[in-house]
Nanobody, 128 residues
């Protein structure tokens, strides 16, 4: 089976940190760009951060720039999202997604319509 499995979510206080992991099975992540998306209750799914297949290009939503860092370890078939200085508005289900297409720009990756595979999500709750 082709799977993306997120882990690392949980409850954290404002200002705290979490590191999310996305592990792929059934396929090799080397051939895919990866995006992290999130959806809060009553809101649309939004692109948080994306990374191309080599890991040399990244993109971040304005709301997370300077606080989140995306990275990948192709040898481990895993992608990470380091989240620092977390805010209550970061509370959402975070989804890992794989995109096989080669996009013209890294920014073009970070939209849900281009996703080939979705993980099931991991819940991040930022609250005191």
């Amino acid at each position: 089976q082709l799977q993306l499995v997120e882990s690392g979510g949980g409850l954290v206080q404002p200002g705290g940190s979490l590191k999310l992991s996305c592990a792929a099975s059934g396929f090799t992540l080397d051939d895919y760009g990866i995006g992290w998306f999130r959806q809060a209750p009553g809101k649309e799914c939004e692109g948080v951060s994306c990374i191309n297949r080599s890991g040399r290009s990244t993109n971040y939503a304005d709301s997370v720039k300077g606080r989140f860092t995306i990275s990948r370890d192709n040898a481990k078939n895993t992608v990470y999202l380091q989240m620092n200085s977390l805010k209550p508005e970061d509370t959402a289900i975070y989804y890992c997604a794989a995109l096989r297409r080669r996009f013209t720009t890294i920014q073009a990756m970070c939209v849900p319509s281009g996703v080939d595979y979705w993980g099931k999500g991991t819940l991040v709750t930022v609250s005191s």
